[in-house]
């Protein structure tokens, strides 16, 4: 190429190039309005260094409720309103959930850890996701112990030295928060880890706000500069490793506690027991509990520091709270109890959010997509700011912002019900955030405030300090604040003085009646297990000055069983006999909704209190005779669905901690405890080369589909689960242990095959074991219109007539169902074959429903652990809903019935649209050999020659009046397979019995007449008061 070629190339190169420069800095055509720009900058020359939230308010008192900022090839969204903020945070969250990159806040200073500036990935919606499991309304109960314990340290601390209250505010949030996430006491300003935190906080905050950090951030090319040249890097690492190992030290801290039993309750044990579930990094662990501890000292320290300053520019509210906490208090400590009857103390706490909120502009959005609103263009990638200095300024929506005014608030809301509220003007503040990064642990907040400002208020007066130049009092300037990513007013002068020598005399004693609970070092004195009775019953919140230790009065009046007796009686005499690591739980504890679940709650037990033992030991001693007025349900899943549950009403025995596994020297047998569940224990065979027979669904436990039978994949070969016991370890109604096999107890063997919830708790149980033959399994699913129904049936009635299903097919389940991404107006065909052995051999069989043209279908080849994925019986299934169903047993499917079940479907979906998401009818068949092989008489379940089992099932939407509309379908349902079947009786699988009436003894247990009478005659031996009588009872209450 010619050098003159070569310049005619390259001029249109460089204009084109001038020409997008000189589009740098300018406001695109259609963006939301603001200030002028220059070119290349934009705006960023009028970003003040300092009170950035004063001139962000200016900006939206010229603009409106949104505008843009153009930062050199960058753009910012400013949203003023509640109702922008309603609009696009809350109701657009998936554009605007993400977060704008911050090299310097999570690049350095985090290694891309930190959960505050994480984008919207799967990273981040897994801590979301943890955080919500932990910090959730029931964990914010969880904590009221250390709230009402840090706040009376703290008054303390304001009675020994006021002068250092910012300290104190400090120490209380900062103690508060390294409890609930390490479980450990910050029991001073000068504790080590205190200062190397807030050192870290302090300073990284200074920096994440710095302008060089904003340079980096809109321009990364300059992040190549290497870390000497860049002292904001080099020191950013720096900072990073200290963090990091500050944050692993209390995270590894509190792991070493739980496995030596001296950790107490807090976000990190939690932690360490979801990391099992979900397989993330230590470092992940140590950054989330690390996150939440800057997030929720800082936040709360600074709204408590901005409270007292209020307080001493406005000395007529001071006054005004102090006159309803002494009307409603009088002498004594105020509590969370009192919290519905001090209004004015709750609009405080709420005043004191929306006048000084701490993040003066937010946290940063970023935009995920391209969104107009308002008519205005909002580009993807733009930085959008929640303004919420002018949110919480603006006086149409507070007028006189400036003025501390708690009557604006007239209401009792939470902060989480304002958040929620869809009338965006009733919302009260924007602290904690917006949409789907709102803060999840306002409700903790929300208690910590109430607390310390109701208790700061009714021990102590906040007087003007008097100038010794002037004479004249000094008023604080609540516009002198600090600078940085979070906004604390500057150090003011304050007098801070006991109200009285009576109110002095009470803080004194509170804490020194607190402080018993304590150690020589300042820690809780108490076990874990200790901890969690009182994190239940909440006692500590109602310790009142110079009272003993009392139970709280909504616990005094709430009886266990029908007998009356008190939930406390249980802690009391049954707590201290447990093993180290057992809990009680009642409703206010962060794992009671998870523990209670259920798969079906249609007709739910009253849970009234759980216990979860952490040895088999602890078993006899919970139904010992002791407790023999206290009734009791033993749960390892919660997936039993029948509605006789519905007459329970009491204690809840949680068999979750005992799932241990052990496989027999001659690899003939294994123990699994009682608690053992599928989902770990087929992989924990197959991991070791054996396999068993099992329940088919991942959620179910190992030993309640045994003791009803116990259909699985693998019972043409190797018979029912129940079939495979070879031993029990059994605690019985009185308490007492005892062995059941074939050579000891021998009839009650025979019993808990087949009705064994009926007898006793299966503590631990042996089962034979089989070697694994073979390396995956083959699946085949196929989706069929409707008009394939006869000719699907017509196959699986040759290939599973009589049970005789080839014994390597081990299963075949199906459903119809309206699948909209498929066919929205009619139902479909869904079945799924599962086959132990090659795709070869599998296919040879299902060639008849290749011939089916399919909609379509799916194949391959997996290892067994993985075929319950395959066959949507996986852990996903383990859903808690309010379920319509009936079921039914069959021995082959009657083709014309089946058709007429379509019809009947289809008719009520257009009948009852609410139902038809979740309407079903399902269909099982089992290759039965190794059932049938199995004398009937041997065992107590009596459907050896059932080989099909059908049932109904919807969702009964909660508060929806289509209750008695779903029971119907699925009584009609169920008559209608039977007409099909007429000459054989009602048979119903007790592990899928509803506890609808037309559901006979003799449907579940057996027509033959010695059946009964020989499980009633051994009831009447084994638990003569009927203790075992809620699940499928034999003898009913």
Not at 275 to 292: I, W
Not at 800 to 819: E, H
Not at 959 to 987: C, F, V
Request: net charge neutral; aromatic share 10%.
């Amino acid at each position: 190429m010619s050098f003159s070629a070569g310049v005619y190339l390259f001029i249109p190169v460089l204009i084109l190039g001038l020409w997008r420069l000189s589009k740098v800095g300018r406001r695109p055509a259609g963006y939301p309005p603001g200030p002028p720009t220059l070119p290349i900058v934009g705006n960023l020359h009028q970003i003040p260094t300092q009170k950035r939230h004063i001139q962000f308010q200016k900006w939206a008192n010229e603009y409106g409720p949104i505008y843009s900022l153009i930062l050199g090839t960058k753009v910012m969204i400013v949203l003023n309103s509640d109702q922008t903020v309603k609009d696009l945070v809350d109701k657009r969250g998936g554009i605007y959930s993400s977060r704008p990159e911050s090299y310097i806040g999570q690049d350095v200073l985090s290694g891309g850890y930190r959960i505050l500036f994480m984008p919207d990935n799967e990273v981040w919606k897994m801590a979301r996701k943890l955080v919500h499991r932990i910090l959730g309304v029931t964990a914010a109960r969880s904590y009221i112990p250390y709230q009402d314990l840090e706040s009376k340290a703290m008054l303390f601390d304001f009675l020994k030295s006021p002068n250092d209250f910012i300290d104190h505010l400090r120490r209380y949030t900062a103690s508060l928060t390294t409890q609930i996430t390490f479980g450990s006491r910050t029991t001073s300003i000068h504790d080590e880890r205190f200062k190397e935190a807030f050192e870290i906080f302090d300073r990284s905050s200074e920096m994440i706000g710095s302008r060089t950090a904003a340079l980096l951030d809109l321009v990364p090319a300059l992040r190549r500069i290497p870390d000497f040249l860049m002292p904001i890097k080099k020191e950013g690492r720096k900072i990073h490793e200290r963090e990091l190992s500050l944050f692993c030290g209390l995270y590894f801290a509190a792991k070493k506690g739980l496995n030596d039993g001296s950790a107490k309750p807090c976000v990190c044990v939690d932690l360490v027991k979801l990391q099992k579930e979900e397989g993330f990094s230590d470092t992940f662990a140590s950054y989330l509990s690390g996150s939440l501890l800057q997030a929720g000292s800082e936040t709360t320290a600074s709204i408590l520091i901005g409270f007292v300053q209020a307080m001493v520019i406005f000395p007529n509210v001071a006054k005004a709270a102090q006159e309803e906490l002494d009307r409603v208090c009088g002498d004594r400590l105020p509590t969370l109890e009192d919290m519905p009857d001090l209004p004015y103390i709750h609009a405080c706490m709420k005043e004191s959010l929306r006048w000084m909120p701490g993040f003066m502009l937010g946290i940063p959005h970023a935009t995920a997509q391209h969104d107009s609103y308002l008519g205005y263009h909002i580009p993807k990638g733009a930085t959008v700011i929640i303004n919420v200095w002018a949110i919480h300024n603006d006086p149409k929506r507070h007028p006189s912002p400036r003025q501390f005014n708690p009557m604006r608030y007239n209401d009792q809301q939470t902060s989480i019900e304002a958040a929620n509220n869809p009338d965006p003007t009733k919302r009260d503040h924007y602290v904690f955030g917006a949409g789907r990064r709102r803060c999840q642990g306002m409700h903790i907040a929300d208690r910590s405030l109430f607390l310390a400002i109701s208790r700061l208020l009714w021990a102590f007066d906040f007087d003007r300090v008097v100038s010794s130049e002037t004479g004249r009092d000094i008023v604080p300037d609540a516009e002198d604040v600090t600078e940085g990513i979070m906004s604390i007013p500057s150090p003011f002068p304050v007098r801070i003085v006991p109200r009285s020598t009576k109110r002095a005399e009470a803080v004194a004693a509170a804490w020194s009646q607190a402080a018993d609970l304590l150690d020589e070092h300042g820690q809780w004195k108490l076990t874990m297990m200790t901890l969690r009775f009182i994190f239940s019953f909440t006692l500590l919140a109602t310790l009142a000055v110079g009272s003993p230790l009392s139970i709280p009065s909504y616990f005094q009046s709430d009886h266990l069983t029908r007998r009356e007796v008190p939930v406390f009686q249980i802690q009391q005499e049954l707590g201290t006999l447990l093993s180290e690591n057992s809990l009680i739980l009642l409703p206010s504890n962060p794992l009671w909704l998870e523990t209670t679940k259920r798969w079906n709650t249609m007709a739910p037990p009253d849970i009234r209190v759980v216990v979860q033992p952490a040895n088999e030991v602890d078993i006899p001693k919970i139904v010992s005779p002791c407790f023999t007025d206290i009734n009791f349900l033993v749960v390892s899943r919660g997936h039993g669905l029948t509605k006789s549950l519905g007459a329970f009403k009491g204690m809840q025995i949680d068999m979750k901690q005992l799932r241990s596994m052990d496989i027999s020297r001659d690899g003939k047998s294994a123990w699994f405890q009682g608690g053992a569940y599928a989902y770990e224990v087929i992989p924990f065979l197959w991991d070791r080369g054996y396999v068993a027979s099992t329940g088919s669904n991942q959620c179910v436990g190992l030993t309640g589909p045994a003791l009803g039978g116990g259909h699985g994949r693998y019972e043409g070969l190797y018979g029912l689960a129940g079939d495979n016991i070879i031993e029990m370890k059994v605690v019985l109604a009185d308490g007492s242990k005892i062995t059941v096999s074939e050579k000891s107890n021998k009839d009650l063997f025979w019993a808990m095959r087949g009705a064994g919830h009926n007898f006793g708790i299966v503590t631990n149980l042996k089962i034979r074991i089989y070697p694994a033959k073979i390396k995956t399994w083959h699946y085949h699913n196929y989706y069929w219109s409707q008009d394939k129904l006869e000719r699907v049936f017509r196959e699986l009635n040759k290939l599973q007539d009589d049970g005789k299903t080839p014994p390597l097919l081990g299963v075949v389940f199906g459903q119809i169902y309206i699948d909209p991404s498929i066919m929205p107006d009619e139902a479909i065909l869904w079945f799924t074959f599962a086959y132990a052995g090659p795709d070869s051999e599998a296919e040879r069989l299902l060639r008849p429903f290749n011939a089916i043209d399919a909609i379509k279908d799916e194949m391959g080849d997996v290892p067994y652990p993985e075929i319950p994925v395959r066959q949507n019986t996986d852990i996903s299934n383990c859903i808690s809903a309010r379920f319509s169903l009936a079921s039914v047993m069959l021995q082959t499917w009657n083709i014309t019935t089946e058709r007429a079940l379509y019809n009947h479907f289809m008719r009520n979906v257009a009948l009852y649209p609410d139902l038809a998401a979740t309407a079903r009818l399902y269909y099982e068949g089992y290759a039965h050999q190794g059932v049938q092989a199995v004398d009937s008489a041997s065992t107590a379940y009596p459907h050896r020659d059932e080989c099909h089992i059908a049932f109904f099932a919807t969702v009964v939407p909660e508060g929806s009046n289509l209750l008695d509309p779903a029971e119907k379908w699925a009584r009609e349902a169920r008559d209608m397979w039977y007409a099909g079947a007429p000459t054989r009786k009602p048979a119903t699988y007790v592990n899928y019995a509803s506890g609808n009436k037309y559901e006979s003894l003799k449907s579940i247990y057996g027509y033959e007449s010695w059946r009964l009478a020989r499980l009633q005659k051994l009831k009447a031996k084994y638990d003569p008061k009927n203790r075992f009588g809620f699940y499928v009872p034999i003898i009913s209450n």
